[in-house]
DNA sequence: TATTGTTATACTCTATAACTATA
DNA sequence: TATAGTTATAGAGTATAACAATA
């Protein structure tokens, strides 16, 4: 039921209970996602977008495909990061049109802070849970989403 | 490890499969909610915003509380809201600087036909799951939210 | 003709700083 | 002085429509 965080409705069903719970998590999580973005000067997007260059070098499009953005949107995104040197564009071989986008020294360095800001904060939330809880929620979150 | 939903990481520890998981999950119930919102002509936030006023007719700071965000950015986007005839600003009785905010009647019918549209969404998410783990789930996530 | 990417444009969203009005 | 809220401003993020270049 609840779209807000710091909204505990009592579930009616186990349905309803399982919505909620899974949308307050989430809106915890990206609150901690987003708050590690801005502590490195980043949008919560532009995380994402370094985030899939790490092991990419893919083209425009393709990056519109996977962060769920118009092409244009993406144009401008990259013409941000560029501007502050964690990504070049450059020529795709084989394809006059082709563009595509690599993360720089300077993007991977700051990712790689990013993400070792995340960790400590997640695990933080999990504090409550046993080391056994952390295996089992691991296991059901992997299923749900379709990972094994 | 990701802090995208497409890239499928190799985690290293268990506390990085923890972190990859929830981060994964997060963006993936984000993703519904943002959608659903959309399909209704919301932005996330705006459907935040009306979540919270279902059962609440709060000052303007304690939205800004509620929602992570600052006056001045409340102040639009209630005022974008009031616009569409979704909330109501009123005087604040007693405190002749308060201010606090109401959902209209077409603002309750909008919000609940976007929690109609989003419980199949994410029923539908955890399909891969037995009814046992779902309420495994459950019971961890609240452990996690620190709700019981 | 179709695809790739950009540009032009118009909004929403957001924060910072300065302001008004009330307490 | 402190608090509640707004305004002015600036910038990021986003989409739609129209465009150029290439395929």
Do not use: C
Request: glycine share 6%.
């Amino acid at each position: 039921m609840s779209t807000h965080e710091q909204h505990r409705s009592a579930a009616t069903s186990p349905d309803d209970a399982l919505v909620d719970a899974l949308a307050h998590l989430s809106f915890v999580v990206q609150l901690e996602l987003a708050e590690v973005a801005a502590a490195h000067d980043l949008s919560l997007t532009q995380l994402r977008l370094l985030g899939i260059l790490v092991d990419r070098t893919p083209a425009m499009a393709e990056l519109a495909t996977r962060l769920h953005l118009d092409r244009s949107s993406v144009t401008g995104l990259v013409e941000r990061a560029e501007k502050r040197d964690l990504v070049r564009r450059e020529k795709r071989p084989g394809d006059g049109r082709g563009v595509q986008v690599r993360i720089t020294a300077d993007g991977l360095r700051l990712v790689d802070h990013a993400k070792a800001a995340l960790s400590p904060r997640v695990l933080a939330l999990s504090s409550t849970l046993t080391a056994r809880q952390r295996s089992t929620l691991v296991a059901l979150v992997s299923t749900l989403l379709g990972g094994a």
